[in-house]
């Protein structure tokens, strides 16, 4: 096209050479129009100021890996959890058992997300550290993958459909990027395993305290990220990454609100779900359970969180009914269950340096179900720590661990197990 253009102004010239009649002023104008019309023609639309936007230019990509080692000042290498960390202590049944504790990948995570549209949001977190069985790593598994749907302008109504973390508890929904401790409570933590699950969730919050949620993630003060003010939905119930083993749907509501106190932000909240669990494999042989695919499991629990500005106070606590190993009768019977935990924290901040001293207490008296034979606990531990992050990209913990912990299933049927030791994680953030 432009070629073409340029052969008319040269045309243009010819004409003008071999005809007297056409005056200057005619000749001058006429360059002028078709050299206007080729600048136009190279440069892009400009009405909106900016060339066109794909939806694919809309998603960013950020990550952090975790590396850990749990073999220092052992006293009892038998201490273990499962759901916590593969690489902490033994499960195995051998009298002298000792455990590998080596050098640990314990998360390697990229999060792909972005406004792919005004009213869709798009987030997606695959995990390359997931372990299938202990003793086997680094296997690619997906831990998010969800959209939201918002209805209007401020986004402050909105559905969430895909897999994603289930909106119960504080500590559940805090990035394991970002919470103090190295492990989540057993307390909490025994109701979801990993925290998610494929569901559908609506979520409300108004546009300023997003705004809050966030600032409580960014500025450093430990928050949990914007699960809404009030969230309500239903959910698999089987854990993810896992087709659901009956066709019974868990619902779940939350309702928690980050209040400015003078200086101070305090956020207080209370959570259930209610739902059947189904065995799917988890159950051994010999062991009796009543009815493995509808076995109930429901919980009701509340949070009390004062943010470190400096000094700060987390504490959950929440009560339920959940299949649990019967050691005397080796079966798996619905019982109570209750369990929660406090942790006192410290913001230091020495120029962009952050320290974070803590000191934790737990406790758990119930089943979880997830496990083999539904396994049965009583965990009673204190840990005590430091977080330093000298630099936004680094991060080092070290954790010291009082541990008490009773964990029984049919080839442990008596297990209960005491001891000590000092955890190290770095953590690199991109």
């Known amino acids: 096209m432009i070629k073409r253009k340029i052969i008319a102004i040269l045309l243009l010239f010819t004409c003008v050479a071999n005809a007297q009649e056409l005056s200057k002023e005619d000749v001058k104008k006429e360059v002028i129009r078709l050299l206007d019309s080729i600048n136009k023609a190279k440069l892009p639309d400009t009405k909106s100021g900016v060339a066109d936007e794909h939806w694919y230019d809309r998603i960013s990509l950020r990550g ?43 998360r390697a995570r990229l999060v792909f997300s972005g406004q792919v549209h005004p009213n869709v949001f798009f987030y997606f977190q695959p995990d390359f550290a997931s372990s299938p069985v202990t003793g086997i790593q680094n ?13 209007d302008k401020k986004k402050e109504y909105r559905v969430r459909i ?60 430990k928050g949990s990220g914007d699960y809404g003010v009030f969230a309500f939905g239903v959910y698999n119930g089987q854990i993810a990454n896992k087709i659901d083993g009956n066709r019974d749907l868990n619902v779940v509501a939350r309702v928690t609100y980050p209040f400015v106190i003078g200086n101070q932000i305090i956020e207080p909240g209370i959570q259930a779900y209610t739902g059947k669990w189904a065995f799917t494999g988890e159950v051994s042989s010999g062991v009796i359970v009543d009815d493995p695919q509808y076995v109930k499991d429901q919980r009701v629990g509340a949070t009390f969180v004062l943010y470190p500005k400096p000094f700060g106070i987390q504490t959950e ?107 190290l994680q770095a953590q690199f953030n991109f």
């Open 64 to 106: 952090y890996a975790q590396i850990r080692y749990n073999g220092l000042f052992s006293t009892n290498d038998k201490v273990s959890c499962e759901q916590c960390d593969k690489s902490w202590g033994t499960t195995s049944t051998a009298p002298n058992a000792q455990a590998n504790n080596g050098l640990f990948i314990r």
């Open 317 to 423: 606590y929440n009560i339920g009914t959940g299949p649990r190993y019967n050691t005397l009768t080796n079966t798996v019977d619905e019982t109570d269950l209750n369990g929660g935990y406090v942790l006192l924290n410290y913001k230091w901040d020495i120029k962009k340096q952050h320290i974070y001293p803590f000191a934790k207490f737990q406790y758990y008296d119930g089943g979880k179900k997830y496990e083999k034979d539904a396994r049965s606990y009583v965990v009673r531990d204190y840990e005590f720590g430091i977080e330093w992050q000298p630099i936004k990209a680094f991060e080092l913990t070290a954790e010291y661990v009082i541990a008490d912990r009773t964990f029984e299933d049919s080839a442990l049927p008596i297990n209960r197990q005491q001891g000590n030791l000092l955890r």
């Open 139 to 151: 296997f690619v598994q997906i831990r998010d993958l969800y959209f939201d749907l918002s209805f």
């Open 162 to 221: 895909g897999q994603s973390k289930i909106p119960y508890g504080f500590e559940n929904m805090q990035s394991s990027s970002v919470r103090l401790t190295l492990d989540r409570a057993d307390g909490i933590n025994s109701s979801i395993a990993n925290e998610r699950d494929l569901g559908i969730f609506f979520y409300w919050a108004p546009a300023e305290i997003r705004e809050r949620f966030a600032m409580l993630v960014k500025d450093g003060y």
